[in-house]
Structure formats: structure tokens, C-alpha cells
């Protein structure tokens, strides 16, 4: 089974599965909402959580925000029985909840002077008016975020998975394969003189540097994708007794990963071959410590190929 196929065949399914939870998810929070404000507003709940979760595409959300306005949230602020906007006097206490003329108890605005019904006086001030008061809603806001988040964070969380599930580790063969060859070996293996003597002067520029790694690497384009050779060095890490080896192609890139243990030894090179879109990121590693190293592209193929 190739490697897409096999990635697909597990990251398809878990895609599923997540996508299937937002679905129960977002439903739920929006039918419990529904229904807990429904019922304090004296509307159905049940019926209008039902038409919010089972009308879709948030259609039936929507044609519930609609119609609430028409049933009042007031509460009394004494008993905090449900009231609505015409009420004067709240049906339960008896608490008055809105001014009224004196001389035909129509309700009026605290700042009218004048009963418009009756022409009466009305007088300035009302001590015993208590108003209702309306509870604050933040759970919409609440739901309304949840429902935008989760897609996001469903794309980022799927993205996630695919880079993870798509890096495949592999220690000789297949997309990438490492050598390692002292010094004498490699010159004496090199036979094109140019590519020898670039090789060399490459070495002395770095002579005597131990902080950073340093690599010569070369493309060679295919019709199936670019093959990349490169000649690593890293000081302190030749003939090491433990090499840890591997590429890991995600969704960011691809790279190749190092790891060393210190020798002292500062006669080998390391022969990388790897099969990339694009050119490799290289991270190196000498007992468990990362190193930076500088790459060079090159128009030449540095590596020895056996």
C-alpha cells in the first residue's frame, strides 16, 4: 500500500469522526440554549429547542431569534415574576413597576408632565415605582463563538493530524539513505578533480570552526521529483558508534534529521541522499544537543555514490 493511501486511509476516518462530534456538538448547545431561554421568556421550549437543532443550517436559530422579541424576558425586580412591557403593576406582588396617572392609572413616562389620556398633572417624582429588570444574556455570545470556533479549530486540529500521520521516519533506503567516508577515503574515491578540489577549499573555509555543522548540497531534478545529495560535516561527531537517522515529510516540508554522538573524531564526512519536493531541512543533533547547520547549494554533486 503506498504511503498516501495509507495516510488517507487513517486520516480520512478520524476527519470523520471529528467532523461527526462538531455535528453533535454545536446542535446540543444551540437546542440548550433554545430551550432555557424559550422557557424564560413563558414560549415553548421544547417545541423551539426541536425547530433550533432539527431545521438546518442554523435556520431554525435564526427564526427563533426572530420571533423572541415578541415574548418579553422583564422580570419583576421584587419577586422576579415574568412581566411585559405594558404591565404597571406585576400580577404576582402587586409590585408597581411603572409610573401611572394618579386620575386614570394609565401608565406615562417618568419624564411627562402631562397625562395625554386625561390631561391630568402628573406629578415629577414617583418613590414607590419599582422597575422590572431585564437579565443579561451572554449565553448567546457564548454559543454564537463556540459555533465559529469549532470548524476552526476542527480545520487546524485536521491539519494537525495530517502532519503528524504524513512524517514517516525511514533509516536507509526508500526517500532518503546515509554513508559516512573519512577524509582519505573521499578524496581518494573522488575522481573528478573540480569537484575534489571544490570539496577541499570548502573544508578550509570552515577549519578550526566546531559551533556549526556544515553541508554542501546539490538538486538533481526528476520527472517523479528532485533527488538531493548532500556532504555533511560536523565536527567532533566523525565515526560516531550511534547514528540516528530519518526524514520526515509533513506538510511543512521535509526534513532530515541527525543524530550524532561526540567522538572528537574531525576526519568523516556523512553522504546524504533524499528524495524531496524541495530541499530538505537538515537538523543535526551531537548528544542530543542541536547544532546549526549551514548549507551550501552547489552545482555539483559532492556525494560519493556506491
Not at 478520524?14 to 467532523?19: F, G, N, Q, R
Not at 560536523?234 to 521535509?254: E, K, M, R, Y
Request: glycine letters at 8%; proline letters at 7%; one cysteine or more.
Amino acid at each position: 500500500m503506498s504511503t498516501m493511501s495509507t495516510n488517507s486511509f487513517i486520516v480520512l476516518p478520524m476527519v470523520i469522526l471529528l467532523a461527526l462530534l462538531v455535528c453533535g456538538i454545536i446542535p446540543l448547545l444551540i437546542g440548550v440554549y433554545v430551550y432555557r431561554d424559550a422557557e424564560r421568556r413563558g414560549m415553548n421550549g421544547l417545541l423551539w429547542a426541536l425547530v433550533a437543532v432539527f431545521v438546518p443550517s442554523l435556520i431554525g436559530l435564526i427564526i427563533y431569534l426572530l420571533v423572541r422579541g415578541n415574548y418579553s424576558e422583564l422580570k419583576c425586580s421584587r419577586c422576579h415574576a415574568p412581566v411585559k412591557e405594558e404591565y404597571t403593576v406585576c400580577p404576582r406582588c402587586g409590585a408597581k413597576l411603572r409610573p401611572s396617572c394618579p386620575n386614570c392609572s394609565a401608565p406615562v413616562e417618568p419624564d411627562w408632565k402631562v397625562c395625554p389620556r386625561c390631561a391630568q398633572p402628573l406629578p415629577e417624582v414617583e418613590n414607590d415605582v419599582v422597575p422590572p429588570v431585564r437579565p443579561k444574556d451572554r449565553t448567546l455570545g457564548k454559543v454564537l463563538l463556540v459555533i465559529i470556533l469549532i470548524p476552526v479549530l476542527l480545520i487546524a486540529l485536521a491539519i494537525f493530524i495530517l502532519t503528524a500521520v504524513t512524517s514517516s521516519n525511514v533509516a536507509n533506503g526508500g526517500p532518503a539513505s546515509l554513508g559516512q567516508i573519512s577524509f582519505d577515503s573521499y578524496f581518494e574515491k573522488q575522481e573528478d578533480s573540480e569537484i575534489r578540489e571544490a570539496v577541499e577549499k570548502w573544508i578550509d573555509s570552515f577549519a578550526g570552526n566546531t559551533e556549526h555543522a556544515y553541508a554542501l548540497m546539490y538538486e538533481e531534478a526528476g520527472d517523479d521529483g528532485n533527488t538531493y545529495y548532500a556532504l555533511v560535516y560536523v565536527p567532533g561527531a566523525g565515526d560516531s558508534p550511534s547514528i540516528g537517522f530519518g526524514q520526515s515529510n509533513g506538510l511543512w516540508g521535509t526534513t532530515l534529521r541527525l543524530e550524532l554522538e561526540h567522538t572528537g573524531n574531525n576526519g568523516s564526512l556523512y553522504c546524504v541522499k533524499s528524495s524531496a519536493k524541495h530541499a530538505p531541512d537538515l537538523k543535526i543533533t551531537v548528544d542530543g544537543q542541536k547544532i546549526k547547520c549551514d548549507i551550501t547549494m552547489v552545482d555539483f554533486n559532492p556525494v560519493i555514490v556506491e
